[in-house]
């Protein structure tokens, strides 16, 4: 018999839902293993980082925190951020963290419209409309550069200074994991997303770096579109979007704005990659902690079990990955909606509708 292939992965399910979706994805991970005669397993590990964790020690995560996770296979996130604690020291001090320092440079997140799910777009129920936002995420307008000074010049005098950095390196390699992308997409066609009319440095080194990229994938069509015209394309013509490859801040801007056209944040899931595998990715919902509702039993999980459909793609298991995103629509083409969708299903009633759909 062939061994079973274990794969360590570490959990941070961090803060507010971000504990309840981590647990309700491993809860179905867990089932998908169960049921696979012994394929594959998942070895978890859960790390209590986040910001309770700083409340006690002043960290968000360990010292050693970042060689600890070194050594996992991938990363199963919930999500970060509390009102005790300001916004940049949360994301800073654990996921920015972990992204930056494991050079998770491609940030994959696809608009998915699921049935049973109302969109506000008015063309939904009857136009194919299926999308990815390719992020670039090691630099760009996160890049952490800049800094607060001359506040001894008192009230109302201080300067804050805030850069972004675009490389030809950054650029260039989410580029080509956008066209490597297209390739596998019934639509071979790539939109990049700058602001350079306005961005005159940076986002015009984007421009030339896509149009020099582009001439290595003749067979893929290409636009360039601004920041502001994208925006409306994703609610005026959602039809001709393939792959929309875009700076940090764009397209995590596009991203929820295409998971809010889909039906909710609730649903969007996200892959943080290193795809020259060096250091472990990382996979997490991008609804954020939602502490209005946190620990009531309300939050979606299909964001979280979305994002470990994309982990198990990573790890070479596309069928089984298959399995969990036809499930997912399975429970959402049921009615078993939670209450971001209309719905009235608790986290329990929908990680068990996905459970059971795996075995239907």
């Known amino acids: 018999m062939t061994a079973p292939r274990t794969f360590r992965i570490a959990a941070i399910p961090a803060d507010g839902v971000g504990r309840e979706v981590v647990a309700a994805g491993r809860a179905v991970l867990d089932a998908l293993a169960a049921d696979s005669y012994g394929a594959f397993a998942f070895d978890w590990q859960e790390f ?27 990363i199963y996130f919930g999500a970060v951020g509390w009102p005790t604690v300001p916004d940049h020291i949360s994301l800073w001090g654990l ?18 419209f699921l049935p049973g799910v ?45 850069s972004a950095l ?7 390699r989410i580029m080509r994991y956008a066209f490597d992308l297209a390739r596998t997409r019934d639509r071979r066609k790539v939109s990049s997303v700058t602001k350079s009319n306005a961005q ?12 020099r990229v582009a001439a290595d994938y003749p067979d893929v069509e290409t636009e360039s579109v601004l920041v502001d015209a ?3 394309k994703f609610v005026l013509r959602p039809e001709d979007l393939s792959v929309v490859v875009a700076s940090n801040l764009n397209a995590d801007i596009l991203s929820d704005l295409g998971s809010a056209l889909a039906g909710s944040l609730g649903l969007a899931a996200s892959a943080n990659l290193n795809p020259e595998r060096r250091f472990p990715s990382m996979f997490e919902p991008v609804h954020g902690s939602a502490p209005d509702i946190a620990g009531q039993g309300l939050a979606n999980p299909i964001g979280a079990v979305g994002s470990a459909a994309l982990m198990l793609d990573h790890f070479g298991l596309p069928d089984q990955a298959a399995r969990l995103r036809t499930a997912i629509e399975a429970t959402t083409g049921a009615g078993v909606l939670s209450r971001d969708l ?19």
């Open 48 to 74: 209590p980082w986040g910001c309770d964790h700083y409340e006690r020690t002043g960290k968000m995560m360990d010292d050693d925190g970042l060689d600890r996770l070194g050594d996992f296979d991938a």
């Open 95 to 112: 996921r920015l963290k972990i992204c930056q320092s494991f050079d998770q440079w491609a940030n994959v997140r696809p608009v998915h």
């Open 118 to 162: 109302t969109s506000p777009l008015r063309g939904a129920d009857d136009t194919e409309l299926d999308w990815v936002v390719v992020r670039e995420n090691s630099e760009g307008e996160y890049a952490g550069l800049g800094g607060r000074n001359l506040a001894g010049r008192g009230p109302g005098g201080e300067v804050a200074l805030q």
């Open 166 to 172: 675009f490389t030809e390196v950054g650029c260039e």
């Open 200 to 211: 005159q440095y940076g986002m015009v080194l984007w421009d030339d770096v896509f149009k």
């Open 230 to 232: 994208m925006a409306a």
């Open 342 to 360: 209309g719905g009235t299903a608790s986290t329990e009633d929908i990680t068990k509708a996905l459970i059971d759909a795996l075995g239907a």
